[in-house]
């Protein structure tokens, strides 16, 4: 065997043993957001700092437009549809009261594909389904909505102010929990949340979800990871 030879085997066997979440880490993957308020361009540039493509959107293309523009390279703009159809991974990002209609106007669009829920319910604005949510679960009550898709509920749990205050800060990272039933699913969000600059905690199925919704005691709890496990009853690793 030559030299050349037995690097590239050296080099594929190494690559073989790369925990999978290093090695989805290195791929580009395109992000679609349904929303380009506050919630969706933040998490968006935290993204495209990390390599990977975004369209935002929104009902209003302008806002959309403006939010891509301001976000710069590799961000574009499209309808809602537009994002669903771009994205390997699809951000929800708006008040929890529409998705009833954005499940409905994205019908099918989002069926096999990882949805990241941000959307939190809050009765005071969003009415029965709010109170639906809340009871049941928002996970549960979410994937309700977007038959097929593979809802992970993650980036709920904190303000985006803190998420632009802390993102990539010192060691001990924040924790950021998330939920869901798709195992693939939750390794590729797990991914993002690291490469967002936090420390991810898995919590369990999407039922769990509802441990870190809001009125829980993991919503806004700022804590770091192994702190946040002991919050949530989960173990510390």
Not at 9 to 32: D, F, H, N
Request: proline content about 8%.
């Amino acid at each position: 065997m030559t030299h050349a030879m037995h690097r590239r085997t050296l080099l594929a066997g190494l690559c073989a043993l790369l925990p999978a979440r290093l090695a989805l880490a290195a791929q580009s993957l395109r992000i679609g957001t349904i929303g380009a308020g506050h919630v969706g361009s933040t998490l968006a540039g935290l993204w495209l700092r990390a390599g990977h493509p975004v369209m935002l959107s929104a009902n209003d293309i302008a806002s959309a437009r403006s939010a891509a523009e301001a976000l710069g390279q590799n961000a574009q703009a499209g309808t809602p549809q537009d994002a669903a159809r771009f994205g390997d991974v699809v951000l929800l990002a708006v008040p929890y009261g529409a998705l009833p209609s954005v499940g409905a106007s994205l019908h099918g669009l989002l069926a096999g594909k990882i949805v990241i829920d941000a959307c939190n319910p809050y009765p005071w604005r969003d009415g029965e389904i709010a109170r639906t949510a809340r009871k049941q679960g928002a996970g549960i009550t979410t994937q309700s909505f977007f038959p097929g898709a593979h809802i992970v509920r993650a980036f709920n749990s904190e303000d985006m102010s803190t998420i632009r205050a802390e993102t990539h800060r010192p060691p001990p990272l924040l924790g950021i929990p998330y939920a869901g039933d798709d195992p693939a699913a939750m390794r590729t969000v797990g991914t993002l949340i690291a490469e967002a600059g936090f420390d991810p905690v898995a919590v369990g199925p999407l039922e769990a979800a509802r441990l870190f919704q809001p009125g829980s005691d993991g919503f806004e709890a700022n804590l770091t990871a192994p702190d946040l496990r002991t919050r949530l009853g989960l173990p510390r690793t």
